[in-house]
């Protein structure tokens, strides 16, 4: 029987709320045969304590300390500490079935794959809702690829376990948000086989205000113009695929985005640089789609000739939101 070595890699930064219970699932695992590389980045809060105490309650635990760097170079940390033959990701607001790892080791009895999607639920203020994959087994390569580029397939990293070569010399981008939407299109270029645990393995808390997909996050200009980037990824790649289609969706997410960090820049708290203004200008200016809706159309045209008309639209916005959430109370 072929029982590989797994790694799971766990960054953690201010989840004391969560992350208990996080670690917990991880180390009761049925599946015995891992390594838990937990990687605190400058917590302030008590996740710290929390990682040593179970760090001391279990030998294959492994808590690596650093200063704030990011959830990037946490997980390029964790990365750069895997021994395993395949490897995951869990977030440490997020919790995991006891039986997530046994039941994907078990697809490899049959092959060794590259990648093995499991399904996921998100949890969240309204109730459960569990994902629904829209591919199978019966999809070749290239599709599977194809729908990684145009988001299709949820870019996620926490609801595929990897053969852990297909990490070698691929890293993720430091000081960004949103650096697994930008790595997975030149992570999938590697694959060649996959297969599917349809049960719900993984649950992620969407609860957490302070995460990315946070509601306190709507609002980031720094975040918009982090997914603008990670889109262009998408359209470096898509062309070096030779997929149109993923090449013109891309750029319609650029302007999307694009526009968005403009606009929210007049509110944000953290501010782009002028650098980074300047790039997103550049791009709408050479750039355009057929897929975008007349608003984005209008607001595009506005950051050509007429910013200050952008401007007032991101007052209108602004006011728009905050009225939302006063309501929502």
């Known amino acids: 029987m072929y029982c590989p070595l797994v790694s799971l890699i766990i960054p953690v930064y201010n989840t004391d709320k969560y992350l208990e219970t996080c670690l917990k699932s991880i180390i009761n695992q049925t599946y015995k045969n891992i390594e838990i590389i937990v990687i605190d980045d400058g917590s302030t809060d008590f996740s710290a304590a929390i990682c040593d105490v179970y760090r001391d309650k279990d030998s294959r635990i492994q808590v690596i300390h650093q200063p704030n760097q990011g959830i990037g170079a946490s997980r390029n940390h964790g990365l750069d500490c895997v021994h395993g033959d395949y490897m995951l990701f869990v977030d440490s607001d997020d919790y995991i079935e006891t039986t997530l790892v046994e039941k994907a080791v078990a697809c490899l009895q049959k092959e060794k794959y590259d990648v093995i999607f499991f399904g996921y639920d998100e949890i969240t203020n309204h109730g459960i809702k ?5 591919f199978d087994t019966s999809f070749d390569i290239r ?29 993720f981008p430091v000081g ?44 980031s200009s720094w ?5 603008f980037l990670a889109y262009e990824e998408h359209e470096r790649v898509s062309k070096l695929f030779s997929y149109k289609e993923g090449e013109e969706w891309a750029i319609s997410r650029c302007i999307h985005e694009g526009i968005k960090s403009l606009y929210i820049d007049y509110h944000s708290v953290r501010c782009l640089s002028k650098q980074e203004r300047q ?4 791009y709408l200016k050479t750039h355009k789609s057929t897929r975008i809706s007349f608003k984005y159309k209008l607001l595009q045209l506005m950051s050509k000739y007429f910013l200050t008309g952008l401007k007032i639209y991101s007052h209108i916005r602004y006011f728009q939101v905050k009225a939302k959430k006063i309501r929502e109370r």
Do not use: A, C
């Not at 569990?130 to 829209?134: A, D, E, L, R």
């Not at 975040?223 to 997914?227: A, E, F, H, P, S």
């Open 143 to 171: 599709t599977i690829q194809e729908y990684v580029l145009v988001d299709r397939i949820t870019n996620f990293l926490w609801n595929k376990m990897y053969r852990s070569e297909l990490w070698e010399k691929l890293r």
């Open 223 to 227: 975040g918009r113009y982090n997914k």
């Open 279 to 282: 790039d997103v200008l550049d």
């Open 176 to 219: 960004f948000q949103y650096e697994d939407l930008f790595i997975h299109p030149s992570l999938f270029l590697r694959v060649r086989t996959f297969t599917i645990v349809p049960d719900i393995l993984y649950h992620y808390n969407r609860l957490n205000d302070s995460s990315i997909t946070g509601k306190n996050n709507e609002f």
């Open 130 to 134: 569990n994902s629904v994959m829209n």
